[in-house]
């Protein structure tokens, strides 16, 4: 069973920056991509930055230059450092894989193009 965990979340004051984590657990062979989504209330989820197994990365137009995703796949672990972070910013963060082989549970033979959601981490920005 694969399981993301995201941390990192919290209160920080608009100008300010945080780091998001989010491991993934589990019997895992390989993970094309990981990413990071929010859903702020009343608003559709939306892609913040995604990063594949070959280092391509894609932001969200309103995080460019100020957001920075990366990935330990030596630990299955994807990051996100935010930073000049805006009261828009607020948000539940979610990490996201997709892509990912794990083993069969009886025969350990490899499913490929699993999909697996964290349950989110809390991001709010305030003065």
């Known amino acids: 069973q694969v399981q993301l965990v995201e941390s990192g979340g919290g209160l920080v004051q608009p100008g300010e920056s945080l780091t998001l984590s989010c491991v993934a657990s589990?019997?895992?062979?390989?993970?094309?991509?990981m990413g990071w989504y929010r859903q702020a209330p009343g608003k559709q989820r939306e892609l913040v930055a995604v990063i594949t197994s070959d280092e391509i990365t894609n932001y969200a137009d309103s995080v460019k230059g100020r957001f920075a995703i990366s990935r330990d796949d030596t630990q299955n672990t994807v990051y996100l450092q935010m930073n000049s972070l805006k009261p828009e910013d607020t948000a539940v963060y979610y990490c996201?894989?997709?892509?990912?082989?794990?083993?069969?549970?009886?025969?350990?033979?490899?499913?490929?193009?699993?999909?697996?959601w964290g349950k989110g981490t809390l991001v709010t920005v305030s003065s």
């Open positions: 589990g019997r895992i062979f390989s993970i094309y991509a």
């Open positions: 996201h894989t997709y892509g990912t082989v794990v083993p069969d549970s009886e025969t350990d033979a490899p499913i490929y193009d699993m999909r697996y």
